[in-house]
């Protein structure tokens, strides 16, 4: 496992040190392709980093940001990660960034994740930055523990693309993309706040089965080292 820890005093500082790293690697790749992308966590934790990102100055129409997974709800559902990357990243000078959406109106998840799977290859791979979160239950992305399809959510060879999970922790059933699209971004962050978190990292780092804290997938089998982003 190589990750590399980079501790802030607080959750203001945490956002801001983010967002330094973040917008320098998407003016890097646009510099050296013409464009960038971006997959982003929702949850509680990103609010601060998504509100100082986006007053970034950095050549936002050229930048291409969606969502490492979403809940299988429309974007005006409060529970929708793309209505919180609406009221807090697609704002200001971020505006005009271009957005792609994990939910779809489709008649089943299934069918969504097929339709976005399709939409994603025009992003081209990697990802320039994938800035993942965790859930105190070692979940990543939607790979929960005792997910429906977890084994293959996490495995190795499955193809790139989005995918759908249901699980008990979850709510909702979820869109997620696949290990294999995540792990070998430019810039592969794990962003987490709070003692608590970095418990169960500490735990998620002791041996153990990958399903049981599916963060240990990320942490031992991405071919990008993982950089952490915490503040206690
Ligand atoms: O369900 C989710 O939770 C995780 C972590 O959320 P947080 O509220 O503990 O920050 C998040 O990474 C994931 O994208 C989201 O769907």
Redesign the pocket.
Known sequence: MSARLHEFKDGAALGEGLADRVSAALADAVTARGKATIAV?????PKAFFKSLSTRDIDWAKVTITL??ERFVPADNPRS?HLLVAENLLQGKAQAANFLPLYRAADSADEAAKIVSRDAEALGVPFDVVI????TDG????FFPGGNNLANAISAETPRGVITMEAEGAGETRLTFTFASLQDARLLVLHIEGQGKMDVLAAAENDGPETDMPIRAVLRRAATPVDIYWAP
Do not use: I, Q
């Open positions: 966590s929702g949850g509680s934790t490492v997974d990660n993942l979160g965790m859930g979940h990543t992305a939607s």
